[in-house]
């Protein structure tokens, strides 16, 4: 004959198995999670390594053509869905318009669409005077962050997304800038 005791403890191990279950599936939940959110840093990290190529290509381009650096200004940002230039008559002209392909992603295509580069690429060059060049690469992060500084004028306004949207306020726009300064050899 089964004693009262044992008659109470039945079912006590089918219960341990469940919690077991439901704290597994949790453990579970918890890293697909992560790996999305892994997902997402290792794209924005892409995203910056080549906004940082694209930035010191331009930057490049503007030392070696110290004598007409002047030129490399731009009065808007070059790539995004704009059309490059298109003008072959001076080195300046050439390096915009091959900048300005880089920025739309013509290193790599599917088709008709060019991917390889940063998510809405631009670049602005500003002039700051004595002999000093802003160079600035503008993308569309994946999410809100923080605006970049006021002073970063180049993409602002541009990266903000439709109504209900999370990128407001610049929140999504990402920068990367370098200061080339020409020296007078005078």
């Known amino acids: 004959m089964v004693s009262p005791a044992l008659r109470r403890q039945r079912g006590a191990t089918l219960i341990e198995v469940l919690v077991t279950l439901l704290v597994l599936a949790f453990g579970l939940f918890g890293l697909v999670g992560l790996q999305a959110r892994l997902q997402a840093s290792e794209m924005e990290s892409y995203q910056r390594s080549q906004a940082l190529i694209l930035l010191n290509d331009m930057a490049n381009r503007i030392a070696i053509n110290r004598r007409v650096a002047a030129s490399y200004a731009t009065s808007t940002p070059l790539g995004g869905t704009d059309a490059c230039p298109t003008g072959t008559g001076t080195r300046q002209q050439i390096d915009a318009r091959e900048w300005c392909n880089a920025l739309q992603g013509a290193a790599e295509f599917s088709g008709n669409d060019k991917l390889g580069t940063v998510i809405g690429g631009r670049g602005c060059v500003e002039d700051m005077g004595n002999n000093e060049y802003l160079v600035t690469v503008a993308w569309q992060g994946l999410g809100p962050i923080s605006a970049p500084p006021a002073g970063v004028a180049c993409g602002k306004d541009l ?14 726009r990402r920068t990367v800038t370098t200061l080339v300064r020409i020296g007078s050899l005078s």
């Open 159 to 172: 990266y903000d997304g439709g109504t209900g949207s999370k990128c407001i306020n610049d929140l999504c």
